[in-house]
């Protein structure tokens, strides 16, 4: 669970109980091997050779499709059913998680990029991460100010 969360955490939805009873069912057709509880009952797993080519074969022929689920929208869609300072609030809120994210994907980006290896993959993946929170921000500053939030420069602040 850690490894995931580290990995895919803040761009793939997890919980701890869809990740134990996902293993429950690889361990039982042979595709992660479980050693016996170690300390506080911890079961660590390995990948089969079977499951190292079943996780290929999904990875390359059946991921699910994309979809798009950003609360925010939701708020902004249906925010004609708000006060506009609440949905202001609302969206100042998401602003500044949204800048504190960016923040942090940056500052482990600079420490991924000290390493050896350079952690190829996880900084390709936080490459992704860096351009979405960017994009959402200057959303945010495109919006008519009627809805932008408090804290967020419009297009004519940012010239």
Known sequence: MRVAELR????????RSQVYRELAVLEHEGLVRATPPGARD????SIT????????KWLTEHLPAETV???????VALG???????????????RTEHRAR???YRELD???????DGEPWARATLAFGIRYEEAILGWF?????????????GRADRA
């Open 8 to 15: 895919i955490g803040q761009f793939w939805s997890l919980t």
């Open 42 to 45: 911890a079961r660590p797993v």
């Open 49 to 56: 050779d079977a499951g190292r080519a079943a996780y290929r």
């Open 69 to 75: 689920r950003i609360p925010v929208l939701l708020a």
């Open 80 to 94: 004609g059913a708000l006060d506009p300072s609440a949905l202001r609030d609302v969206l100042t809120r998401s």
């Open 102 to 104: 960016l923040d942090y």
């Open 110 to 116: 600079e420490e991924l990029a000290t390493t050896d």
């Open 141 to 153: 500053s495109s919006l008519p100010a009627e809805v932008r939030p408090a804290d967020a420069p």
